[in-house]
């Protein structure tokens, strides 16, 4: 089975568990745990900020984001489709009493010119706008980058209206590598990062949110407040590093590969590629009634041992991962195309 459902399906690699299991560990939630400190210490310096704390997931760690920078009855200026609006479970409101001002974007993505007049006036009605979130790479854009001078523009009229800035990075990692962009400049334009290593890394748990030694302390404390303080996690962390050192620079392959299972797509009649322009580990397509329902053609492909997800009624999402080579891609797209 060729499995493209998700990016998160990875197992850990012989070098990785073999990391695993020759890392010293102590009790994290006394800071003595020495792998998960070198982890954090070595995530935070990537991306140019003080420091870190690690997670068990991506969206403890934007929810505690969340928290750090805002008070109930706080708004969020976001994305309507980021990962935080559709797919958190309402955390906003649960875990940090804040509401969200969605605003369609571009397949995900933001621009400064959309952010003007969505400030709220300054008065006892009103919520009090506080943060700024975006998502890069945008899961439900098509795996979309953002070109870093929007981003560069985004974060100096937030600053300059006294807003803070989190990014949701969870594949922040495909966004430096089909870039060219470093971590520091990503880095300089937020005031709070989380980062996945359970995607494109490999990992088989584990998120890091960075940002200033006095933001990470607020952190470290409502990680605890949301149970998510941790013992001997060293082994995960390991993992994590062993991720970052290894598997990086071979996410270019996962961005090949989509493209290649991409071309078939379009090759369909009555499949529609949505981003038509493929960069990194997504492939995103509409589905033509002619083929029935997302979830139809979702079963064919697996009668075929080809695995993909029907995320609504005609959408279908393909991931590559690091357990999906060429020739398992090969394979898929060939049966891609006799699709008819």
Request: neutral net charge; aromatic residues 4%; glycine residues 10%.
């Amino acid at each position: 089975m060729i499995d493209l459902r998700s990016d998160t399906l990875t197992k850990p690699t012989p070098g990785m568990l073999a990391a695993m299991a020759a890392a010293p560990v102590g009790d994290d939630v006394y800071g003595e745990d020495p792998t998960v400190n070198a982890l954090e210490a070595k995530v935070a310096t990537f991306f140019g900020h003080e420091a870190a704390v690690f997670f068990p997931t991506g969206t403890m760690a934007n929810q505690v984001a969340i928290r750090t920078h805002c008070e109930p009855g706080d708004e969020i200026l976001i994305e309507s489709t980021s990962h935080i609006v559709l797919w958190e479970a309402g955390g906003v409101a649960v875990h940090s009493g804040a509401t969200c001002r969605p605003i369609d974007g571009t397949h995900g993505l933001l621009t400064a010119a959309q952010l003007e007049g969505k400030l709220r006036p300054d008065d006892m009605h009103s919520v009090r706008t506080r943060l700024v979130s975006l998502e890069n790479t945008h899961n439900r854009g098509g795996g979309t980058i953002y070109p870093l001078e929007t981003v560069a523009a985004i974060s100096a009229w937030a600053r300059s209206n006294g807003l803070a800035m989190h990014l949701d990075g969870a594949r922040l990692w495909n966004a430096i590598v089909a870039s060219g962009v470093s971590g520091p400049e990503w880095g300089r334009h937020f005031d709070t990062i989380m980062v996945a290593f359970s995607k494109g890394l490999g990992a088989p748990v584990g998120s890091a949110l960075v940002g200033s030694t006095d933001l990470m302390r607020k952190a470290r404390r409502l990680r605890k407040l949301f149970g998510g303080a941790m013992r001997q996690v060293g082994y995960l962390a390991a993992a994590c590093i062993h991720g970052m050192d290894h598997h990086l620079d071979r996410l270019a392959d996962d961005h090949a590969n989509a493209r290649l299972l991409a071309d078939a797509v379009g090759s369909v009649p009555g499949f529609t590629l949505t981003p038509a322009d493929v960069r990194t580990n997504m492939v995103w397509f509409e589905v033509d009634p002619r083929h029935g329902s997302a979830q139809a053609v979702v079963a064919k492909l697996r009668e075929q041992n080809v695995r993909a997800s029907a995320l609504d009624g005609q959408t279908i999402r393909m991931c590559t991962h690091l357990d999906v080579g060429r020739e398992e891609c090969e394979r898929a797209a060939q049966v891609i195309r006799r699709i008819r």
